[in-house]
């Protein structure tokens, strides 16, 4: 007993102050690649764009196009065209909606660069849970690498208690639903029925890939191509598996509590962005019509 | 038989048998002790071939059967072998070959809704179509008595878990019965690697686990590099070691810290989390990823690490050693904690062998079974140490087993880095890929041994890619396992065998 309080202490502190002073990992890590096509020699983007395992790299008559849905950071197309692509080690690539995703190259922004959040709408139906925010975690179909990196937010590196987030096992406690994997064509109805479950205001947060476009398995007889497909989906978080500072910044993206770095696109607002302040509903109504409506709705 | 003459791979030794015979083969082997190792279908036009592949030692003997595609029925080998159940009923379900006299054929790994006479991994489906959902309710098996109720357990649970399903029954607090649905994320894993060529195919062979990526990987590749007598470069084979060690090591501490947050030891987890985060930083100056991601390639491995990182990871590692035997020494004078572990979930030598248990299970059940010394493959032949293993066969056992594997791969890793010499990174793969080649390929995750079966097909593409994850193997023991314990020692047994779902849903 008294050992390991004597050896907690003399550990000391191993916490990361993410997201209020920058940190970053470590320069060898493969998050977004960075195309300058200015540079590119003899057509190597073409074999680029031929060995990409997802189709994540296209090329569109107005130049590359990334998916960052579908890229699933194996850097081949970095190994296969060195002078135009290169791997960066930029985590923070969460998104709002998932046309986000889609970059055209010369979109790419500067490092300074910060765009402001594009959706109002989600902000104002967030706005009433930025501190104390219980996340109910649903696996549909991951690799099981992301499960061990949704785990790790609670180790004392990255200990997200210490920005009011906790995880909860009762979907009628959370405020938000992270969702992780493919989407496999099993999962569609648990997960359905758990959305169902939560009250009013709601976030679903697609984490991964997998979850943002199916990654590798897109297309496969028994995979949905992500969650969007099942679920309406508010933030999307690229990386297979994203690390957990990926996930801390998709989390407070969804929040409000940080911009978003990747630029938005302008875009029709979706349907179920139209939600009834839950606040000026009375107690129980509120309940069961917001369970009705989403069965109706999905 | 002709049409199933091979070319030989060393190791490996094919049997034809036809299939009025196969189960009285099955049973002399099984009888004589020999571990089933895999069951693999695959649809050869206007049959099916099934290879049924036991381990004798240094190399595996493979029983082959063909079934006409007209009538495919063939008699079930589970009554005379346990182990093959899971085995007979993914192929009932995934290429409609019906085992008669099989115990229980319901669905295991295809979605609720699947309609009954669809078989994914027929030719004759295309992995692009997606059939219209079909009633299919899943049953579950009745256990009633005075007062016995069943808790579904799943598939969403409480907890950041991976989703599953177990139905457990009970009469209140001990455990009677576990049935376990897997199956909730099954992602057409093997008909994925049928439109892949061979390159791409090992990305996808690193996500079909993903915390045991370069056990997956290596097991693909060296299953393609056996089939074409490629020889690796032993740069090539010290740097698998390494990598493979590495994950292992991870791995390992992940479930300490797994079984000290259900004994509610806080500190003890977050030290033994934090050691895991250490491991998975230095990952990424190794790979440029958290989980090994991009290290091996068919003919050897992608990249090397620099001398400098080289020698900044042997000083971090010693560092950790040290730190993690003092953190492991205190957790097992914690009698809060171990005595949570000792005696649950026990696994007999007898039941563990019957169902042909692999891995850290295995070995804390007194069966000494490790696929680096049993068939050595990377440098593994040229390394000094022993397999960890215990009689007992409960939770502590496996504790035990993990702790002292923890050990050997630090000693694994310094060898490696000791050893790793200059030299080329890969052997190049020859201009023409013949066809219908095929071999196995094997390593030991850190959950056990992962198998491959791969054949090539037309213009280098994957004709069948068959995959087995130690997960596979284990999970049946674990229900069995688990049965007369009490509820509240649910997760100390299930993080104990330390499984994964993704490897066994595919």
């Given amino acids: 007993m008294f050992g390991w309080i004597w050896r907690g202490i003399r550990t000391g502190v191993l916490t990361t102050h993410y997201p209020d002073r920058p940190d970053s990992l470590a320069p060898a890590f493969r998050g977004r690649p960075t195309i300058d096509q200015a540079r590119c020699h003899d057509g190597a983007c073409d074999a680029a764009v031929a060995i990409c395992p997802t189709q994540a790299l296209q090329s569109t008559p107005q130049g590359l196009r990334l998916d960052l849905g579908r890229c699933i950071q194996c850097g081949l197309c970095a190994e296969v065209c060195p002078q135009a692509i290169r791997m960066t080690p930029d985590f923070e690539l969460a998104v709002q909606q998932q046309c986000d995703l889609v970059l055209n190259v010369d979109q790419i922004p500067d490092e300074e660069q910060v765009v402001p959040v594009a959706r109002q709408a989600l902000a104002q139906r967030v706005k009433d849970l930025r501190r104390s925010v219980h996340i109910r975690h649903v696996d549909a179909g991951s690799d099981g690498a992301v499960e061990q990196e949704i785990y790790a937010l609670t180790n004392p590196f990255y200990d997200i208690h210490r920005l009011g987030l906790f995880f909860t096992p009762a979907p009628r406690h959370a405020d938000v639903l992270l969702v992780t994997g493919v989407m496999t064509r099993a999962m569609a109805r648990p997960l359905r029925e758990t959305y169902a479950a939560m009250t009013q205001p709601k976030l679903v947060v697609a984490a991964g890939t997998a979850a943002c476009s199916g990654g590798i398995y897109r297309g496969s007889y028994a995979v949905l191509d992500g969650v969007a497909a099942v679920l309406p989906v508010d933030v999307f978080i690229p990386g297979t598996p994203p690390s957990p500072l990926s996930l801390i910044y998709g989390l407070l993206l969804g929040l409000g509590r940080v911009a978003q770095r990747v630029p938005s696109q302008p875009s029709e607002p979706r349907e179920n962005d139209i939600v009834v302040n839950p606040m000026s509903e009375p107690e129980g109504i509120a309940h069961s019509s917001v369970a009705v409506g989403e069965e109706d709705r999905l | ?506």
Wanted: net charge neutral; glycine share 8%; proline share 7%.
């Fill in chain 2, 1 to 506: 038989m002709s049409s199933l003459s091979r070319q030989s791979v060393t190791g490996e030794h094919y049997q034809g048998v036809p299939v009025a015979s196969l189960r009285l083969d099955v049973e002399k082997r099984a009888s004589s002790g020999q571990r089933l190792m895999m069951m693999v279908g695959r649809d050869a036009g206007d049959s099916i071939e099934l290879l049924v592949a036991f381990d004798a030692g240094r190399q595996i003997e493979v029983l082959q059967s063909v079934v006409p595609m007209a009538s495919p029925h063939y008699p079930a080998l589970t009554p005379v072998l346990p182990a093959a159940a899971w085995y007979e009923r993914e192929l009932a379900e995934l290429l409609g070959v019906q085992p008669e006299g099989h115990p229980d054929l319901r669905p295991l790994l295809l979605p609720p809704d699947w309609p009954r006479d669809v078989f994914p991994l027929r030719k004759s489906f295309s992995q692009r179509q997606r059939p219209a959902a079909s009633s299919r309710p899943r049953s579950t098996v009745p256990v009633t008595g005075p007062g016995v109720f069943t808790i579904p357990y799943g598939p969403v649970r409480s907890g950041i878990f991976e989703t599953t399903q177990f139905v457990v029954a009970t009469a209140g607090e001990d455990v009677l019965h576990v049935d376990m649905q897997p199956g909730y994320k099954h992602r057409g894993v093997e008909k994925q690697f049928e439109l892949l060529e061979l390159e791409p195919a090992v990305l996808l062979a690193e996500e079909v686990s993903g915390t045991a990526t370069i056990a997956h990987s290596m097991a693909f590749c060296q299953a393609v590099e056996r089939a074409l007598h490629l020889s690796i470069p032993p740069a090539a084979r010290w740097l698998r070691v390494l990598t493979a060690e590495l994950e292992r090591l991870y791995n390992h501490f992940d479930v300490i810290a797994r079984l000290c947050d259900d004994a509610s030891q806080s500190v003890a987890q977050a030290q033994f989390a934090a050691f895991k985060e250490e491991i998975l930083r230095n990952n990424v100056q190794i790979s440029g990823s958290r989980f090994l991601r991009g290290v091996n390639q068919i003919g050897g491995v992608c990249r090397r690490p620099t001398p400098g990182i080289l020698s900044r990871l042997r000083h971090d590692l010693g560092d950790l050693q040290r730190r993690s035997e003092d953190r492991i020494a205190l957790l097992l004078r914690t009698n809060s904690f171990i005595d949570r572990l000792i005696g649950t979930s026990l696994l007999p030598n007898q039941l563990a062998a019957q169902f042909a248990a692999v891995g850290p299970v295995a070995r804390a059940s007194g069966l000494d079974r490790d696929c680096r010394v049993d068939r050595p493959y990377a440098a593994y032949d040229h390394c000094d140490w022993e397999v960890a293993t215990g009689p007992a066969g409960d939770a502590m056992e496996r504790l035990r087993v993990r702790i002292q594997e923890i050990t050997q791969s630090f000693g694994l890793i310094a060898q490696a880095l000791e050893a790793l010499p200059a030299g080329p990174l890969a052997a190049p793969l020859p201009q023409s890929l013949p066809e219908g080649i095929a071999a196995f390929g094997w390593a030991e995750s850190p959950r056990g041994e992962v198998l491959y079966w791969v054949r090539l097909g037309t213009e280098g593409r994957i004709d069948r890619c068959k995959v087995r994850s130690p997960s596979f193997v284990n999970w049946p023991l674990f229900t069995r396992a688990i049965a007369g314990n009490v509820l509240t020692d649910f997760g100390f047994a299930e993080h104990s065998f330390g499984l994964t779902q993704a490897g066994c849903d595919l």
